[in-house]
Every structure is written in C-alpha cells, then in structure tokens.
C-alpha cells in the first residue's frame, strides 16, 4: 500500500507568543519614540521564532489578536512595518502582520487617527500598508 504524502504542520495561531507579540508592542512604541533600532533589540532566536509568523494567514492571526490589549494593536502594527524595513528576510508585502492587525482594528472602529496612519505610512516603501491590496 502507498501511504497518503502529508504536508509538514506548519505554525499555527495557536503557536503565536502572546507575550512576545506584548513585547513587540511595546518594542514599536519605544522605536516610535527614536530610542534604538530593531535589530539592536531581538536575538536572533526572538527574530528566527517571529519570521516564522509571516508566514500565517489573516485568519490564523484573528484569534491572537483578539487576546491583545487593543492599544497595543498599533504598535505592533508599527513593529512589524518597521521589522520589514529593518530585519533581512522580513520583506513579505501583502502579507505582513500590520496589514491583519489593520484590518482588525478597522472592523472594530478602533483605528488609530489619520496623522499616525500617515506617520506609518511614510515609515515604509511597502504599498499594502495599511489595509493590503485595494482589489
């Protein structure tokens, strides 16, 4: 009998760090502020752990997002526009976590003020940010 190819599990939402997703909030807000750069502040297990992540899907990210304090939901959009500017190998386009996290806040009316969007916005070359493809 041949056996049925099953594909390698790979990262589910369930695997998402809650607390290290609370870091990276807090993380944006500090870089926000001028303090320092990214990479000065992940080891390169936090980043190999969190790159992981980009892989995932819209819905994958729901239910960690659901968890977090929504005023830690703008900065960590901000962490990962940041991230993709900053870290190698971050660069995912349309599927960045800030595009998720977006989306969220716009469904539950708790977007951030239209000169922060702006702030962000000038942060990147990624077009997607902040809500992902128009079509």
Same mark, same amino acid.
């Given at each position: ?16 760090? =809650?607390?290290? +997703?609370?870091? $990276?909030?807090? @993380?944006? #807000?500090?870089?926000?502020? &001028?303090? /320092? ?35 830690? =939901?703008?900065? +960590?959009?901000? $962490?990962?526009? @940041?991230? #993709?500017?900053?870290?190698? &190998?971050? /660069? ?44």
């Amino acid at each position: 009998m041949i056996n049925e190819w099953q594909p390698v599990k790979t990262t589910t939402a369930a695997q998402i760090d =809650l607390q290290m +997703l609370q870091m $990276f909030a807090a @993380l944006g #807000e500090r870089i926000q502020a &001028g303090e /320092q750069t990214l990479a000065d502040q992940l080891s390169a297990a936090q980043q190999q752990q969190a790159s992981a992540w980009l892989q995932l899907q819209e819905e994958d990210w729901q239910p960690a997002l659901q968890q977090l304090p929504p005023q830690q =939901l703008f900065p +960590l959009a901000l $962490f990962y526009t @940041l991230a #993709e500017q900053q870290l190698s &190998g971050w /660069q995912c386009g349309k599927r960045n976590p800030a595009i998720w996290i977006f989306r969220w806040l716009r469904q539950h009316n708790q977007l951030p003020d239209k000169e922060a969007i702006r702030q962000l916005k000038k942060l990147t070359d990624n077009r997607y940010i902040p809500y992902g493809s128009v079509l």
